[in-house]
């Protein structure tokens, strides 16, 4: 048994492996794989219909908010989002946190200007932008709820006086949110949702078909949400593994039992850290994500012996992402804390043997 | 048993699900699924690379020629082509030969103009045209391969004086075909590739970066190009099964064992649509499809009876696309003749019962 602490894709309930494993041999006993079954077929759009609506009460998605299944990642979103509501001669507010921030900045540029409020750069992206005010003429205020890279979170929503829109790809279901504060959330799957290969969109209805530019259909939310996302042929298997999962969140007790685990997981890390000598975290406390818990060495001759004798012990995917160094522990929804129980053992081991 | 004779998502072989299903709980000895491990892991690297390898092997794709591993399908790929292709003011000229062909002519003309040089439409696509003239001003000339919907094929490559782009969706990897004659291929995977939720992108490098156009990076074939198919996080499992199911192909003898067994399969099930005097096809003998025969009944009060039998002997997915009605039996490289047999069994029998 491996502990997955991996950043996305990442781990997902062992059930949800199960059933989607035994799926892929006799879907809902068609006789047929689900690989193989029509995304037309009234079993597959069963599934869409179950997916979409797990995903409405559990974040309490408010009617005149459509919800999408679509393709390409946050990536692809960057793009889609200001040519869906940014106007054309239009400008458009960012907050930058760190990568994928900076990479959503860079993207929207093709389609208007580009405001940005404030950014964590000068402080290597360790401490989320508090100073700062959105400006009142612009079509929408971005920000990125999660930093998987440096390990920081945006807890509180910020109060805007124009459409919020969040790139959400990595603490999804995993706290609670208002989604009715929002106009646009966006989020890649390969994290609290399902596998790679999904992309979800939370859209107010009410925003689209604004800007003045003729946008390709396929980029469309407007055609995807027409189409019930069935524009084109969807990730079938990537959908019907979400939806096991987010069966695996309902049965558990949903967002708000989810939460709790998600706050004793990361709290028991963190204390760790801060009691550990070998061990320090670069993040501003106030800030520290909950799901992507970055950690480093204050000697950094001895991580990689660290690394050793995690993985000795079957803790996987420790290894902090290539741009910053050190380590990340990601605590995803199906991390059980009985891994975090072991990384800390593991952590105090390490320490004994360097008394 | 079920013979599954579904237009996409579709059958792959019984062996690919066995092993697809597998990994889903163990992926390659690592003690994790392949639904949680990182796209940039190693073990997933080199997925990739043999999945690349097995379409450049397969195809025979020239060095100067990327292949990209992609999302969104082919629509998304109607607008990515002249995104990519049609300069700033430029044209590009269409072949219009069913409902795909129509819509990729109608999202480039987002991009650019478009000269429709022939349509089947007025004979209802059961027709391919070939009296026309490609334009040698335009950016290039766009055709669609094979028409699922109509079940019509064009097998011979069109001499085109300007570079050729063709979605090949659901005829790639079942015939031979010399991919230097062409710009650029593209095809969403489920069909004889792999599970939904992946494109293929076969592009050659020299026509790039000519447009003058800025194009978003997520829709730059550069950027998929430099990123090695890791711009965004890719879809996985969709790249994974479709490397078990090349190597599958491969080691059934490749693309020319397997058009051998493509056309054995249509020519045994187009004979018995001519002789059985109750069946009838639709399209142009000279351009039926290989992938997807489509017939009628004589009498179509008698469709739905047929139907019910075809169910009642595990042949399933036998109805034709919405949008004509009838029948339509797919018969793609992981159908085995020995259901294409059994088709032909129950049509004989129905013939019985209906003298």
Redesign the interface.
């Known amino acids: 048994?491996?502990h997955?602490f991996?950043?996305?894709?990442?781990?997902?309930p062992q059930e949800v492996?199960?059933q989607?494993?035994?799926a892929?041999?006799n879907f809902n006993d068609?006789?047929?794989?689900i690989?193989?079954?029509?995304?037309r077929s009234k079993e597959f759009e069963a599934v869409v219909a179950e997916t979409e609506s797990l995903i409405r009460d559990l974040l309490s998605v408010p009617q005149n908010y459509s919800i999408l299944l679509l393709?390409?990642?946050?990536?692809?979103q960057?793009?889609m989002a200001p040519m869906n509501l940014l106007k054309e001669g239009g400008k458009s507010a960012y907050l930058d946190t760190g990568s994928w921030a900076s990479y959503a900045i860079?993207?929207a540029k093709?389609?208007g200007s580009v405001e940005v409020v404030a950014s964590g750069k000068e402080n290597n992206y360790t401490i989320i932008p508090k100073d700062y005010t959105i400006p009142t003429d612009v079509d929408y205020f971005h920000y990125t709820s999660n930093n998987t890279i440096f390990g920081t979170e945006l807890f509180d929503i910020p109060n805007s006086p124009v459409p919020l829109v969040c790139d959400m790809s990595s603490d999804i279901m995993s706290r609670k949110i208002d989604v009715s504060k929002f106009g646009l959330i966006y989020a890649?799957a390969?994290k609290n949702i399902g596998?790679?290969?999904?992309t979800i969109v939370i859209v107010n209805n009410d925003l689209l078909g604004k800007t003045g530019r003729?946008i390709?259909?396929?980029?469309d939310y407007q055609s995807h949400i027409n189409a019930k996302s069935m524009?084109?042929?969807?990730?079938?298997?990537?959908i019907y593994?979400a939806m096991l999962n987010l069966r695996w969140l309902r049965l558990k007790g949903g967002i708000e039992e989810i939460e709790r685990e998600n706050i004793v997981k990361s709290r028991t890390l963190y204390e760790e850290i801060d009691r550990n000598p070998l061990f320090r975290g670069p993040s501003a406390v106030e800030d520290r994500s909950r799901m992507n818990v970055t950690f480093v060495m204050e000697n950094p001759e001895l991580e990689s012996e660290f690394l050793a004798l995690a993985q000795k012990r079957?803790l996987?995917?420790l290894k902090g992402h290539r741009s910053v160094g050190g380590f990340r522990a990601s605590l995803y929804n199906a991390l059980p804390i009985s891994s975090v129980h072991l990384l800390v053992d593991v952590m105090q081991e390490f320490e004994e043997n360097h008394k």
């Open positions: 048994m491996k997955n991996g950043a996305g894709p990442c781990i997902l492996f199960k989607a494993s035994e892929v041999i068609t006789g047929l794989s690989l193989e079954i029509s995304h393709q390409g990642g946050a990536r692809q960057f793009a860079k993207e093709n389609f890649g390969q596998p790679a290969g999904l003729t390709p259909s396929v980029f524009f084109n042929t969807p990730p079938v298997f990537s593994v079957d996987v995917a």
